[in-house]
């Protein structure tokens, strides 16, 4: 499934079951993730709000 939702929760699962966070994590070029690249200059992506969430609940 390719939507933020399921991505969202796909994640939190991971670490839950992990038992943690890792430093970062990588993600390839999904619509879902990065909605758009370079957008603030040279890496400097527009991330998903809700993806986020999910890191900001977790940094």
């Not at 939507?3 to 070029?29: K, M, V, Y």
């Not at 758009?36 to 890496?43: I, N």
Request: hydrophobic content about 35%; proline content about 5%.
């Amino acid at each position: 499934n390719q939507d933020s939702a399921a991505w969202c929760d796909g994640i939190e699962s991971a670490l839950r079951f992990f038992g943690g966070t890792p430093h970062q994590l990588l993600f390839d070029n999904a619509k879902t993730i990065i909605i758009e690249r370079d957008v603030y200059g040279p890496g400097k992506h527009r991330w998903n709000p809700q993806l986020m969430h999910v890191a900001e609940k977790y940094s």
